[in-house]
């Protein structure tokens, strides 16, 4: 299994401009998130998704937009990027918690995205 | 709204001094305490969940405590390798709230 692979790895972007972040699980995970970290501010929830077709907003939605129409893929929209959203990017995924409780979240290995 | 706070933020040892790291938390409905670590350029890696107050649990030099209030990671007899930053979060419904991590550092 590859895991949570998310690409680019890095990424410059010019104010205004959109991009689309990408995440990709081959775990058949049916949870998974989209956080950003930022230096002495801990990783804050974007959006997630519980399945297939369900998406929610997390702590920090506005700016981004998410889908979720297969199991393996959520990608993360940038609509007009803005310098504040200049951070590291992670991608996680989960099994169903119910089922398997005892296991976290996998996370990708991230996307560093500057805002000129 | 959910608060994680870490404690210390930094911690420097010298390899085979053990010492606790904590973590305390308000959260209505607590679904988890979840352990992370992190090194330099890459993911949080899991290291271990908890959901019970007493519930305690263990990987090679590390073990994880819970409380009401707080959790403890211990690392026991630490080796460089176990320089990292932990993280700490919880969750509630099916997000996860991080605290700030607290970097450790062993010296050989």
């Known amino acids: 299994n590859a895991g949570v692979t998310q690409t680019p790895k890095f990424q410059v972007l010019k104010t205004g401009q959109s991009m689309t972040l990408q995440c990709a699980q081959d775990?058949?995970?049916?949870?998974m998130s989209w956080y950003r970290q930022d230096p002495g501010m801990g990783l804050r929830l974007i959006h997630y998704?519980?399945?297939?077709?369900?998406?929610d907003q997390g702590e920090v939605p506005n700016g981004y937009n998410v889908s979720r129409s297969t199991t393996e893929d959520f990608p993360l929209r940038l609509l007009s990027a803005a310098p504040s959203q200049t951070s590291v990017y992670f991608c996680?995924?989960?099994?169903?918690?119910?089922?398997?409780?005892?296991?976290?979240?996998?996370f990708g290995s991230g996307t560093r995205l500057t805002v000129v | 709204e959910d608060q994680v706070t870490q404690s210390p933020e930094a911690l420097r040892l010298q390899e085979g001094e053990s010492s606790s790291l904590n973590c305390s938390y308000t959260?209505?409905?607590?679904?988890?305490l979840f352990w992370y670590r992190q090194d330099p350029g890459k993911g949080p890696e899991f290291l271990f969940t908890?959901?019970?107050a007493g519930e305690e649990k263990e990987k090679e030099r590390l073990k994880a405590t819970l409380t009401k209030k707080e959790s403890f990671l211990h690392i026991t007899a630490p080796k460089p390798e176990d320089s990292a930053t932990y993280l700490c979060?919880?969750?509630?419904?099916?997000?996860?709230?991080f605290g700030a991590g607290t970097t450790v550092t062993v010296r050989a």
């Open positions: 979060a919880v969750r509630r419904d099916y997000k996860l709230s």
């Open positions: 996680a995924s989960k099994m169903n918690r119910v089922l398997y409780p005892n296991y976290g979240y996998t």
């Open positions: 775990m058949n995970h049916e949870y």
């Open positions: 959260v209505s409905g607590l679904r988890g």
């Open positions: 998704s519980v399945g297939a077709g369900i998406t």
């Open positions: 908890l959901y019970s």
